[in-house]
Structure formats: C-alpha cells, structure tokens
C-alpha cells in the first residue's frame, strides 16, 4: 500500500497550491479519503474529507470555502485544491485512505 503526496512548496499570503495524494495497492474507489495536516508543535488536524464516490464533502471551519478536495477514481489519486493561503496553513499535509492508511506528507510553507 502507499499513499504518496506531492504538490507542497513555499507560497505567498493569498496564492494557491494544488495537492495530489497518488494511491496503490488497495482498491481506491472504495476507500473515504482525507487531508490532514499537522503544523509545527500542534496536534494532526482534519482538513477535508470526501466519500468513496466523491459525491459527499466535508471541512474544518478554518478551511472552508478555501479548500476543496476532489477525487479522480481513474487515477486513483485525491486532490486538495487550496486558495487564499494564509499564514497559519502552514502545515505538512497528509491524505489517508479510510482510518487505515497515511501518506509520509508534504510541506505547506505561507509566508511572505
């Protein structure tokens, strides 16, 4: 099984970063999905989640109406679209697949 995050990097107060989380090794398409994120000295956090047919979505209130989180069943891989980026989204961001199964994440740094 993996999970592998890619798309993190350093952006300004307001830009956008688009993360993929590329899954193997299980049947994705019937697995629910998530994004985490864990920023530095602070508990794993919940950020977006999505059903296994993509249809149902839910987010954290620090995150909503600035994230979205999609899937592609045909590729296997969930995205985290993410906007107005702020400061304190600064975070490595994980995916996971149902409650068992994580990505190594990736980092998120907004700052100016």
């Known amino acids: 099984v993996q999970l592998v995050e890619s798309g993190g990097g350093s952006v300004q107060p307001g830009g956008s970063l688009r993360l993929s989380c590329a899954a193997s090794g299980f049947t994705f398409g019937t697995y629910h999905m998530s994004w985490h994120r864990q920023a530095p000295g602070k508990e794993r956090e919940l950020v977006a989640y999505i059903t296994s047919s993509g249809v149902t979505t839910n987010y954290a209130d620090s995150v909503k109406g600035r994230f979205t989180i999609s899937r592609d069943n045909a590729k296997n891989t969930v995205y985290l679209q993410m906007n107005s980026l702020k400061p304190e989204d600064t975070a490595v961001y994980y995916c996971?697949?149902?409650?068992?199964?994580w990505g190594q994440g990736t980092l998120v740094t907004v700052s100016e």
């Open positions: 996971r697949a149902s409650t068992r199964f």
